[in-house]
């Protein structure tokens, strides 16, 4: 996997060791952006609801019209 500069900067800033897990690096009504949720995209955590509920959303605001996805039926039930 291939990071740009600012792709690096936000791995690295989400985790990165020691930093406090209760921060809050995503700002969204409808779920929780702490970093303690973002940290559950290592390989081999359980991800939880609010990861993906924080890229539903992103998807959702910044849709094209030529733009579709699917959810998966496990996360759609």
Do not use: P, Y
């Not at 955590?45 to 496990?74: E, P």
């Amino acid at each position: 996997m291939r990071f740009d500069g600012d792709e690096l900067a936000v791995a690295v800033f989400i985790f990165a060791t020691g930093m406090e897990e209760s921060e809050r690096l995503v700002d969204d009504e409808h779920c929780d952006g702490i970093r303690k949720r973002l940290l559950s995209l290592q390989t081999g955590q359980q991800l939880f609801d609010d990861v993906i509920n924080l890229v539903v959303g992103m998807c959702t605001r910044h849709k094209d019209a030529s733009m579709s996805w699917w959810l998966l039926t496990t996360f759609s039930v």
